[in-house]
T-cell receptor, first 110, second 114 residues
Framework: GQNIDQPTEMTATEGAIVQINCTYQ??????LFWYQQHAGEAPTFLSY????GLEEKGRFSSFLSRSKGYSYLLLKELQMKDSASYLC???????????FGRGTSLIVHP | KAGVTQTPRYLIKTRGQQVTLSCSPI?????VSWYQQTPGQGLQFLFE???????NKGNFPGRFSGRQFSNSRSEMNVSTLELGDSALYLC?????????????FGEGSRLTVL
C-alpha cells in the first residue's frame, strides 16, 4: 500500500509565500500530483511531477525528491482565493491510479 | 467543452436502501474513476472503468459496484446503505486513465444516509 502524509491545516498571510509538504512511502513510483479543492467544489489539477526537481507554473511550483519520498507545493504572492484544500496524490505500480493524501487546508488571511 | 457532470448533486437515503449515482465524462474521455470523500479519510479510490471494463478496484466491500456504458457514461451503485456511506462521491474522467497526470473531477454527489 501507500502512505501519504501532509499537514492537516496551515495558515498564511496574503502576499506571503507558503510551502505545503507531502511525504510518501510507496513502491513502483510513477508520479506525484497536486490538486486544489475549494470548499464545495471539485478538485482541480495543479501539477504532476515524475522526475526530481522543481516545476514552476506561474505562482505555483512543485518539487519532487524521489529518493526522499518528498514533495512540496510552493505558493507565492498568496491571494485570498488561494484558501482551499491542497491534495497530494501518488500513483504507483501499473495502474497509474493516484492515491490521495487527506489534504492540507490552507487559510489565507489579510 | 462541457466538464464532468454528476447527478444527482444531493440525495438523502435511509439505512438499507440502495442508491445509483451517474457520471457523464468529458467528451472523448474513455476512463472514468470514482472516489469517496469524507472528512476523516479524505479521497479514497473506489474503481476505474475504461472502455466498459472495470480496470482497477479499490478496497471497498462488494456493496459498491459500478458500470460503464458504450458512450463512456458511468454509474455506481451502493446497496444496503449504511450510515458510514454518507460522503461526497466524486467522479473523475481522463483520456486514457491517469498516466497523463490529470484527472478532471465532477462536483460530486453528496449522499446522506439516515
Amino acid at each position: 500500500g501507500q502512505n501519504i502524509d501532509q499537514p492537516t491545516e496551515m495558515t498564511a498571510t496574503e502576499g506571503a509565500i507558503v510551502q505545503i509538504n507531502c511525504t510518501y512511502q510507496t513502491s513502483g513510483f510513477n508520479g506525484l500530483f497536486w490538486y486544489q479543492q475549494h470548499a464545495g467544489e471539485a478538485p482541480t489539477f495543479l501539477s504532476y511531477n515524475v522526475l526530481d526537481g522543481l516545476e514552476e507554473k506561474g505562482r505555483f511550483s512543485s518539487f519532487l525528491s524521489r529518493s526522499k519520498g518528498y514533495s512540496y507545493l510552493l505558493l507565492k504572492e498568496l491571494q485570498m482565493k488561494d484558501s482551499a484544500s491542497y491534495l497530494c496524490a501518488v500513483s504507483s505500480g501499473g495502474s497509474y491510479i493516484p492515491t490521495f493524501g487527506r489534504g492540507t487546508s490552507l487559510i489565507v488571511h489579510p | 467543452k462541457a466538464g464532468v457532470t454528476q447527478t444527482p448533486r444531493y440525495l438523502i437515503k435511509t439505512r438499507g436502501q440502495q442508491v445509483t449515482l451517474s457520471c457523464s465524462p468529458i467528451s472523448g474521455h474513455r476512463s472514468v474513476s470514482w472516489y469517496q470523500q469524507t472528512p476523516g479519510q479524505g479521497l479514497q479510490f473506489l474503481f476505474e472503468y475504461f472502455s466498459e471494463t472495470q480496470r482497477n478496484k479499490g478496497n471497498f466491500p462488494g456493496r459498491f459496484s459500478g458500470r460503464q456504458f458504450s458512450n463512456s457514461r458511468s454509474e455506481m451503485n451502493v446497496s444496503t446503505l449504511e450510515l458510514g456511506d454518507s460522503a461526497l462521491y466524486l467522479c473523475a474522467s481522463s483520456l486514457v486513465g491517469g498516466n497523463t497526470g490529470e484527472l478532471f473531477f465532477g462536483e460530486g454527489s453528496r449522499l446522506t444516509v439516515l
